[in-house]
């Protein structure tokens, strides 16, 4: 069964980046806000990858709210900041409300890969 990664980002070039990183190594779905992500059942993934900026609900509500409902995929959270928060200080509040990894953008392949599958960077 091939490993399927689903995207939260409301950034169109964002979402079409990791997908184009992951593509040829997972089956990748993308979603634009979390009632988008809900419909696709987040529970049914591998991994997601939650951006913690989003209008309305924000990631790390959103993070919080998967686990409070056993969601047990694999959850990165990543962020680049606003005005309002530091992309530190929104990494941290996603790992205490249940993001297992943190990524800070931009990012590249690489570190995507590693922050996915370990050190070996495969699936």
Partial sequence: MQMRILVLDDDP??????A??????????????TDQALALDPSSY??????????????AQFIQRLRQ???????????????????????????????EAVLFKPFGRERLLRSLFGNNGQA
């Avoid at 070039?13 to 990791?18: A, E, M, R, S």
């Avoid at 997601?48 to 924000?58: F, Q, R, T």
Wanted: charged share 20%; with cysteine; net charge negative.
């Fill in 20 to 33: 184009g990183y992951l593509e040829d190594v997972v089956e990748v779905d993308v979603a634009s806000s």
């Fill in 69 to 99: 409902d056993g969601c047990s995929a694999r959850i990165i959270a990543m962020s680049g900041g606003s005005r309002e928060i530091s992309g530190l200080q929104a990494l941290s509040v996603a790992k205490v409300r249940g993001a």
């Fill in 46 to 59: 591998s991994a997601l990858l939650v951006d913690i900026i989003l209008p309305g609900e924000n990631g």
């Fill in 13 to 18: 070039l964002i979402c079409c980046t990791i």
